[in-house]
């Protein structure tokens, strides 16, 4: 095969021309040849009479296109005529290929595995039957923070209400399961019968609980998580009919639930077991409409109401309820909101502010990409001139250009998918700590759809400009001039886009300052304890085996005198609660003044702890005394109250004002006792929240009843002289000795407890400072990409300069002031941004003002320094210019 | 954008005029340019740059039909028919034309 037949093939095979195609061409032959003939036929010889037809025709080709438009065929043959020649052009410049290619897979890849996190928090439904009908109902009054509902006003909610299909209530508990061969530690729901049918959820075997089991005497009946089952039944589907037990007492299983529940969680969320709530409704506190545990309400509202309709319902029963109950009820409204939204709380407004910060860095990105086209564009200003004058539109060049940089997006994007499947792997284990609904993160189409349409935006984005800024060249210019064309226009888009790119960036690192910022304050508060080498464990006692009272005090005695002897044991405490755990908040009364009505009584959280507790745990003695083994049911009855409570109490005095004092505790132990000591005060939860007056009594100076009641769960704070999980084995050891039925959970350093509140701010701050790590890098490269390329333009100039005498720095003051020029301007413009994204993410800070001026002007002054140390090197590149070969150049 | 506009009317017109033609008879696209130069006697110049996307277009629209043929000196051409929405497409601009027509002619006169 010869050359020429060999191109033609090879043509032919590029272009791929469909039988339209040829049909088209034959026509317009055809039509040529009539004329040749019509010619010759009138005396012309062939050839003159073949270029005499041609030029009556006119432009062949252009006619052959002009046609195909009119078909609409024409957009897939210039279609893959344009990949391939876009393909050709990328091949052509490798490394600018590259520095895109790797700049968007980077910011494509970040957001796109924001987004799937993004996707699983927010956007994921439950696994439930239409979810969005479900809501969470509670009721607020101004007194009480808490929206639990009270067990007589849920009846009557559920009685009255008219657009939910049912209402279920369900209320926390906890216990031990034994019968088999290890004692569990289970925490699980005792609900109403209704709370199966209202979630819909499915179970592995049985069902849920029936009207009989639901009432007061009702039979015993229990439903276990798939987890559970699994581990104490080991898969056997026989299960159903067997009996549980679970604090001693013998429960008839009835179901079991399948193994995708989620009720704010799996298993682990307190959903390993559930009872009917009927057997506990005979006791009197449940029918209290003040004083009560604290019910959750879920309602399934019924097809087509909206959650406004739920909630002007169910806000017209309340009302209706503050008539009859004007006492209790006063005040008292109802929320409502689904229980999406309340199961994952918080973590929305983060993954908002988080994916924003992505989708900046995307912009950023882009910002970048378009610079380097643009720049790009003054470089092809020969070829697009050669093309224009050739007769090609210039829509088709348009097209042309974009093709290019969708091409460049789509790979780009391409690589963005490995690293977002990456980025999310390495994520996950952070978020699970951090988000709820994070168990797993599995890739669904969302997550398709969004990095598609983050890619072809993008590509879209940064292309547009370039494309209309090269396609806009003129021809005769063009063609003259060569590459040196590119126009003021040009100058002031790249310039803009710099300022765009560095505002931006401003704005994400402002942010990012503010959540560092407040992480650090929190770092920095004083919990009132010392968390390092604090080994902290729950004891559990089986109802059944422990029905005796006195027992319980005599085991916790004895484990407390095992594990404190124990080697590398400093100190070992029994606590009603350690931080971040349980509280009990009780209600007091000082002596010596007014005797408040009780439900009016100041609040404080009461602890019950054993002598050595606040050693333990670190906690400073502020005046008077601590606790001491003498400190019993013997002893005069004795308190210790913390700093905050004695501030509140004994305003304007020192905090040694209140010993001596005495105080009753309502709730917990109703009698006087004498205040004989002052401690510094614990942050109870959160480390965010300060909490309010304290106190602590003497676990063995309880009122024994209590006593036994409270020991059954009681916390033991251990403070070691070595890490403390080298201790976790000897401590087992310890207690199986003394009863292998107790099981003992929750055992975690104090640090990793704090570590773990603090989980969803680090990952909060950890990404946001990952985004804006990298979008300085975009503002590092673009800035001196700009730079670079303004020098190079300006090559001549600066060479003039330099020939007549300007000195070096005087060159340099040139580029670096433009620099701190354009910088400047992204700096005034990002300020505004970042007050803006600070308003937005107010909700995540910490002791910190959203418009806090230091972390503004150190975010400036980060910019700036980036932007002049990007330009160093260009500035450098210009001073030393020979001048000779910068005025031959052009 | 002022001659982009003046493009689209003499488009127009031309598919108009070639519906037209193609009402009476069918007609291949050398055929179908000569006779428009011969109704119109030369004051249209039709060229084949401009006849052929135009029986493109129409094609693409539905208002014409193509199959190529071989004539009786076995000469392969492309010859044009008109379709039925052709004919009602016809109409319709006929219609729209009259009443253009005679409004500028009105203007024309009174001024």
């Given at each position: 095969?010869?050359?020429?037949?060999?191109?033609?093939?090879?043509?032919?095979?590029?272009?791929?021309?469909?039988?339209?195609?040829?049909?088209?061409?034959?026509?317009?032959?055809?039509?040529?040849?009539r004329?040749?003939?019509?010619?010759?036929?009138?005396?012309?010889?062939?050839?003159?009479?073949?270029?005499?037809?041609?030029?009556?025709f006119?432009?062949?080709?252009?006619?052959?296109e002009?046609?195909?438009?009119?078909?609409?065929?024409?957009?897939?043959?210039?279609?893959?005529?344009?990949?391939?020649y876009?393909?050709?052009m990328?091949?052509?410049t490798?490394?600018?290929?590259?520095v895109?290619?790797?700049?968007?897979?980077?910011?494509?890849?970040?957001?796109?595995?924001?987004?799937?996190?993004?996707?699983?928090?927010?956007?994921?439904?439950?696994?439930?039957?239409?979810?969005?009908?479900?809501?969470?109902?509670g009721?607020?009054?101004p007194?009480?923070?808490?929206?639990?509902?009270?067990?007589?006003?849920?009846?009557?909610?559920?009685?009255?209400?008219?657009?939910?299909?049912?209402?279920?209530?369900?209320?926390?508990?906890?216990?031990?399961?034994?019968?088999?061969?290890?004692?569990?530690?289970?925490?699980?729901?005792?609900?109403?019968?209704?709370?199966f049918p209202?979630?819909?959820?499915?179970?592995?075997?049985?069902?849920?609980?029936?009207?009989?089991?639901?009432?007061?005497?009702?039979e015993?009946?229990?439903?276990?998580?798939?987890?559970?089952?699994?581990?104490?039944?080991?898969?056997?589907?026989?299960?159903?009919?067997?009996t549980?037990?679970?604090?001693?007492?013998p429960?008839?299983?009835?179901?079991?639930?399948?193994?995708?529940?989620?009720?704010?969680?799996g298993?682990?969320a307190?959903?390993?077991?559930?009872?009917?709530?009927?057997?506990?409704?005979?006791?009197?506190?449940?029918?209290?409409?003040?004083?009560?545990?604290?019910?959750?309400?879920?309602?399934?509202?019924?097809?087509?109401?909206?959650i406004r309709?739920?909630?002007?319902?169910?806000?017209?029963?309340?009302?209706?309820?503050?008539?009859?109950?004007?006492?209790?009820?006063?005040?008292?409204?109802?929320?409502?909101?689904?229980?999406?939204?309340?199961?994952?709380g918080?973590?929305?407004?983060a993954?908002?502010?988080?994916?924003?910060?992505?989708?900046l860095?995307?912009?950023?990105?882009?910002a970048?990409?378009?610079?380097?086209?643009?720049?790009?564009?003054?470089?092809?200003?020969?070829?697009?001139?050669?093309?224009?004058?050739?007769?090609?539109?210039?829509s088709?060049?348009?097209?042309?250009?974009?093709?290019?940089?969708?091409?460049?997006?789509?790979?780009?994007?391409?690589?963005?998918?490995?690293v977002?499947?990456g980025?999310?792997?390495?994520?996950?284990?952070?978020?699970?700590?951090?988000?709820?609904?994070?168990a797993?993160?599995?890739?669904?189409?969302?997550?398709?759809?969004?990095?598609?349409?983050?890619?072809?935006v993008?590509?879209?984005?940064?292309?547009?400009?370039?494309?209309?800024?090269?396609?806009?060249?003129?021809?005769?210019?063009?063609?003259?001039?060569?590459?040196?064309?590119?126009?003021?226009?040009?100058?002031?888009?790249?310039?803009?886009?710099?300022?765009?790119?560095?505002?931006?960036?401003l704005?994400?690192?402002?942010?990012?300052?503010?959540l560092?910022?407040?992480?650090?304050?929190?770092?920095?508060?004083d919990?009132?304890?010392?968390?390092?080498?604090?080994l902290?464990?729950?004891?559990r006692?089986?109802?059944?085996a422990?029905?005796?009272?006195?027992?319980?005090?005599?085991?916790?005695?004895?484990?407390?005198?095992?594990?404190?002897?124990?080697?590398?044991?400093?100190?070992?405490a029994?606590?009603?609660?350690?931080?971040?755990?349980?509280?009990?908040?009780?209600?007091?009364?000082?002596?010596?003044?007014?005797e408040?009505?009780?439900?009016?009584?100041?609040?404080?959280?009461?602890?019950?702890?054993?002598?050595?507790?606040?050693?333990?745990?670190?906690?400073?003695?502020?005046?008077?005394?601590?606790?001491?083994?003498?400190?019993?049911?013997?002893g005069?009855?004795?308190?210790?109250?913390?700093?905050?409570?004695?501030?509140?109490?004994?305003?304007?005095?020192?905090?040694?004002?209140?010993?001596?004092?005495?105080?009753?505790?309502?709730?917990?132990?109703?009698?006087?006792?004498?205040?004989?000591?002052?401690?510094?005060?614990?942050?109870?939860?959160?480390?965010?929240?300060?909490?309010?007056?304290?106190?602590?009594?003497?676990?063995?100076?309880?009122e024994?009843?209590?006593?036994?009641?409270?020991?059954?769960?009681m916390?033991?704070?251990?403070?070691?002289?070595?890490?403390?999980?080298?201790?976790?084995?000897?401590i087992?050891?310890?207690?199986?000795?003394?009863?292998?039925?107790?099981?003992?959970?929750?055992?975690?350093t104090?640090?990793?407890?704090?570590?773990?509140?603090?989980?969803?701010?680090?990952?909060?701050?950890?990404?946001?400072?990952?985004?804006?790590?990298?979008?300085?890098?975009?503002?590092?490269?673009?800035?001196?990409?700009?730079?670079?390329?303004?020098?190079?333009?300006?090559?001549?100039?600066?060479?003039?300069?330099?020939?007549?005498?300007?000195a070096?720095?005087?060159v340099?003051?040139?580029?670096?002031?433009?620099?701190?020029?354009?910088?400047?301007?992204?700096?005034?413009?990002?300020?505004?941004?970042?007050?803006?994204?600070?308003?937005?993410?107010?909700?995540?800070?910490?002791?910190?003002?959203?418009?806090?001026?230091?972390?503004?002007?150190?975010?400036?002054?980060?910019?700036?320094?980036?932007?002049?140390?990007?330009s160093?090197?260009?500035?450098?590149?210009?001073?030393?210019?020979d001048?000779?070969?910068?005025?031959?150049d052009? | 954008?002022?001659?982009?506009?003046t493009?689209?009317?003499?488009?127009?017109?031309?598919e108009?005029?070639?519906?037209?033609?193609?009402?009476?008879?069918?007609?291949?696209?050398?055929?179908?340019?000569?006779?428009?130069?011969?109704?119109?006697?030369?004051?249209?110049?039709?060229?084949?740059?401009?006849?052929?996307?135009?029986?493109?277009?129409?094609?693409?629209?539905?208002?014409?039909?193509?199959s190529?043929?071989?004539?009786?000196?076995?000469?392969?051409?492309?010859?044009?028919?008109?379709?039925?929405?052709?004919?009602?497409q016809?109409?319709?601009?006929?219609?729209?034309?009259?009443?253009?027509?005679?409004?500028?002619?009105?203007?024309?006169?009174?001024?």
């Amino acid at each position: 095969m010869g050359p020429l037949p060999r191109l033609r093939t090879r043509l032919r095979a590029i272009l791929r021309p469909s039988r339209a195609d040829r049909d088209l061409r034959d026509e317009l032959q055809a039509h040529l040849d009539r004329h040749i003939e019509e010619l010759t036929a009138g005396g012309m010889t062939r050839h003159d009479a073949a270029i005499e037809a041609r030029r009556a025709f006119g432009h062949l080709v252009q006619t052959e296109e002009a046609c195909r438009d009119a078909r609409g065929i024409r957009v897939f043959a210039e279609l893959a005529q344009d990949l391939h020649y876009a393909a050709r052009m990328l091949r052509r410049t490798p490394g600018l290929t590259a520095v895109i290619v790797v700049t968007l897979a980077v910011a494509i890849g970040a957001s796109t595995a924001l987004f799937s996190v993004f996707d699983t928090v927010l956007l994921k439904a439950l696994p439930l039957p239409d979810p969005d009908r479900l809501l969470v109902i509670g009721e607020t009054s101004p007194s009480t923070h808490s929206t639990a509902v009270s067990y007589p006003d849920f009846l009557d909610w559920r009685a009255r209400q008219t657009t939910f299909d049912d209402l279920a209530a369900s209320m926390i508990i906890g216990g031990v399961m034994t019968g088999g061969s290890e004692p569990d530690r289970v925490f699980g729901r005792a609900v109403s019968r209704q709370f199966f049918p209202v979630l819909g959820c499915r179970f592995e075997l049985g069902g849920g609980f029936t009207e009989l089991q639901d009432r007061p005497n009702g039979e015993r009946a229990i439903v276990l998580s798939h987890a559970l089952w699994q581990r104490r039944y080991g898969d056997d589907r026989t299960v159903v009919g067997r009996t549980a037990i679970y604090n001693g007492d013998p429960y008839r299983i009835v179901g079991v639930l399948a193994a995708d529940f989620d009720f704010y969680g799996g298993a682990t969320a307190n959903n390993d077991f559930f009872l009917p709530l009927g057997p506990m409704t005979d006791q009197p506190f449940m029918h209290d409409r003040t004083s009560h545990p604290g019910l959750a309400v879920l309602g399934r509202m019924r097809q087509r109401i909206t959650i406004r309709q739920a909630s002007a319902d169910l806000g017209a029963v309340a009302a209706a309820l503050q008539q009859r109950y004007p006492v209790t009820n006063a005040n008292e409204t109802v929320t409502v909101r689904s229980l999406l939204d309340d199961y994952v709380g918080d973590a929305r407004l983060a993954l908002w502010v988080l994916l924003g910060s992505a989708i900046l860095v995307l912009t950023i990105a882009c910002a970048n990409i378009a610079n380097l086209l643009l720049a790009r564009a003054g470089a092809r200003t020969r070829e697009i001139g050669m093309r224009l004058a050739l007769g090609a539109g210039r829509s088709r060049i348009l097209r042309q250009l974009l093709t290019e940089s969708l091409l460049l997006a789509g790979i780009g994007g391409a690589a963005g998918g490995l690293v977002a499947w990456g980025a999310t792997a390495s994520l996950a284990p952070l978020a699970a700590r951090a988000l709820p609904r994070t168990a797993d993160i599995a890739p669904d189409w969302r997550i398709l759809a969004f990095a598609i349409a983050v890619t072809t935006v993008a590509g879209i984005v940064f292309g547009s400009v370039p494309a209309w800024q090269t396609a806009r060249v003129d021809v005769q210019p063009a063609l003259r001039n060569g590459t040196r064309t590119s126009t003021g226009d040009g100058h002031r888009l790249r310039d803009g886009f710099l300022v765009a790119e560095i505002a931006l960036s401003l704005a994400l690192v402002a942010g990012a300052g503010l959540l560092l910022r407040s992480y650090a304050r929190l770092l920095d508060v004083d919990a009132g304890y010392d968390a390092r080498g604090v080994l902290t464990l729950r004891l559990r006692f089986p109802d059944a085996a422990y029905r005796d009272r006195a027992k319980i005090a005599s085991t916790l005695r004895q484990i407390r005198s095992r594990v404190a002897g124990l080697p590398g044991v400093e100190r070992a405490a029994l606590t009603t609660g350690v931080p971040m755990g349980r509280s009990f908040p009780d209600r007091f009364a000082i002596a010596g003044r007014p005797e408040p009505d009780p439900r009016r009584a100041p609040g404080a959280l009461i602890l019950w702890v054993t002598p050595g507790y606040f050693r333990a745990l670190g906690i400073h003695l502020v005046a008077g005394r601590d606790f001491a083994d003498t400190d019993d049911d013997r002893g005069a009855l004795v308190a210790v109250v913390d700093e905050a409570f004695a501030r509140q109490q004994f305003p304007g005095r020192d905090p040694s004002a209140a010993i001596g004092e005495r105080v009753k505790f309502y709730d917990s132990d109703p009698r006087w006792r004498q205040i004989v000591g002052v401690v510094d005060h614990v942050r109870p939860g959160p480390l965010e929240e300060p909490g309010g007056a304290e106190a602590y009594g003497p676990y063995d100076q309880l009122e024994p009843g209590w006593r036994a009641e409270i020991g059954r769960a009681m916390d033991m704070a251990i403070r070691s002289r070595v890490a403390p999980e080298a201790l976790v084995t000897a401590i087992k050891h310890q207690l199986r000795a003394v009863d292998p039925d107790v099981p003992i959970s929750n055992v975690r350093t104090l640090d990793e407890t704090v570590a773990r509140s603090i989980a969803p701010r680090r990952f909060n701050l950890s990404l946001i400072c990952g985004f804006a790590g990298v979008a300085l890098l975009l503002c590092l490269v673009g800035v001196y990409g700009v730079m670079s390329y303004a020098v190079n333009e300006r090559t001549r100039e600066i060479g003039v300069r330099l020939a007549l005498g300007a000195a070096p720095r005087q060159v340099r003051g040139l580029v670096l002031g433009r620099a701190a020029r354009l910088a400047a301007l992204g700096a005034v413009l990002g300020t505004i941004g970042a007050v803006a994204l600070a308003r937005l993410m107010s909700g995540l800070l910490y002791a910190i003002p959203a418009g806090d001026p230091t972390t503004f002007a150190a975010g400036v002054g980060l910019v700036m320094l980036v932007a002049l140390v990007a330009s160093v090197l260009p500035a450098r590149r210009a001073t030393r210019m020979d001048p000779l070969v910068a005025l031959r150049d052009e | 954008m002022g001659r982009n506009r003046t493009a689209e009317l003499l488009q127009g017109t031309l598919e108009f005029l070639v519906l037209r033609l193609l009402r009476s008879q069918p007609l291949n696209g050398w055929d179908m340019m000569h006779r428009l130069q011969l109704v119109s006697g030369d004051v249209l110049s039709v060229t084949a740059g401009s006849l052929y996307p135009a029986l493109h277009r129409l094609e693409a629209r539905g208002f014409v039909s193509a199959s190529w043929t071989t004539s009786e000196n076995n000469r392969r051409a492309r010859l044009y028919k008109i379709t039925p929405a052709g004919r009602r497409q016809l109409d319709a601009e006929r219609q729209v034309w009259t009443r253009f027509s005679t409004a500028v002619d009105a203007l024309l006169r009174d001024a």
